[in-house]
Nanobody, 126 residues
Framework: QVQLVESGGGLVQAGGSLRLSCAAS????????MGWFRQAPGKEREFVAAFSPTIGSTYYSDSVKGRFYISRDNAKNTVYLQMNSLKAEDTAVYYC???????????????????WGQGTQVTVSS
């Protein structure tokens, strides 16, 4: 079974930094595009960042570009989200996602991904 397990969430002051981790199992990690979405209460899930191994490119939403950075360690089957200069509006549950190889180039939509983690809460105080 494919499993994505997020960790690293918590409470942080505005302007601070936090690093999220996502450990993946049950898939050939290096072949899958990996990404992050987030969801605040009462809002739809929002794209945050993704990495495509086939294209070799990273993708970021305008709201986080320049502050958040996605990376991956294929040897550890782990994807990371480094979050800097955090703002109160970054408060949300953050989800790790995986996209099947050959499933298209829809990196920005939740419908473009096949597997989701349970999420980890990030709360930014102001």
């Amino acid at each position: 079974q494919v499993q994505l397990v997020e960790s690293g969430g918590g409470l942080v002051q505005a302007g601070g930094s936090l690093r999220l981790s996502c450990a993946a199992s049950g898939l050939t990690f290096s072949r899958y595009a990996m990404g992050w979405f987030r969801q605040a209460p009462g809002k739809e899930r929002e794209f945050v960042a993704a990495f495509s191994p086939t294209i070799g490119s990273t993708y970021y939403s305008d709201s986080v570009k320049g502050r958040f950075y996605i990376s991956r360690d294929n040897a550890k089957n782990t994807v990371y989200l480094q979050m800097n200069s955090l703002k109160a509006e970054d408060t949300a549950v953050y989800y790790c996602v995986a996209k099947n190889p050959g499933s298209g180039r829809d990196y920005y939509s939740p419908d473009g991904y096949n597997y989701w983690g349970q999420g980890t809460q990030v709360t930014v105080s102001s």
